[in-house]
C-alpha cells in the first residue's frame, strides 16, 4: 500500500524559507508525476508544482514560478518543495500527491489537476505572517 507522509511546513516571516519532504513507502518517485497541491481556508485546492519524473520535467503554478522548486531523491523516497520568498498568500496546507497508476483520464488533463492524482498525504501546514 501506497503511503505519503509530509513533513516541513512551519510558520515563518514573510520573505523566509521553508523546505517540504514528502517521504512516500510502497512507492518510488521515479515514475509518473508527482506534485505538490495546497489549499487555504475557504479556498479550492490548487496545484503548486509538479514533476514528470519520466523526463524530470517540473511544472509550477504562475503564483510560485520563480520561488518554489520542486525535487526528488529516489535513493530516499522523498521528494522535496523549496520555498523561497514566501508570503502570506502562500499560507496554507501542502499536501504531496501521485500517480501511482496509469491515468486513464484524457491526455490533455493538467498537471495540476486533482483527477490525475491517487494517492496523498496528510498535508502540511505553512504559516506566513509578517
Known amino acids: 500500500q501506497v503511503r505519503l507522509v509530509e513533513s516541513g511546513g512551519g510558520s515563518v516571516q514573510t520573505g523566509g524559507s521553508l523546505r517540504l519532504s514528502c517521504v512516500a513507502s510502497g512507492y518510488t518517485f521515479d515514475r509518473l508525476f508527482v506534485g505538490w497541491f495546497r489549499q487555504s481556508p475557504g479556498k479550492e485546492r490548487e496545484g503548486v508544482a509538479a514533476?514528470?519524473?519520466?523526463?524530470?520535467?517540473?511544472y509550477y503554478s504562475d503564483s510560485v514560478k520563480g520561488r518554489f522548486t520542486i525535487s526528488r531523491d529516489n535513493a530516499k523516497n522523498t521528494l522535496y518543495l523549496q520555498m523561497n520568498s514566501l508570503t502570506s498568500d502562500d499560507t496554507a496546507m501542502y499536501y504531496c500527491a501521485a500517480q501511482t497508476q496509469a491515468y486513464r483520464g484524457p491526455v490533455t488533463t493538467r498537471w495540476d489537476s486533482e483527477e490525475r492524482y491517487d494517492t496523498w498525504g496528510q498535508g502540511t501546514q505553512v504559516t506566513v505572517s509578517s
Open positions: 514533476l514528470w519524473t519520466g523526463a524530470g520535467i517540473p
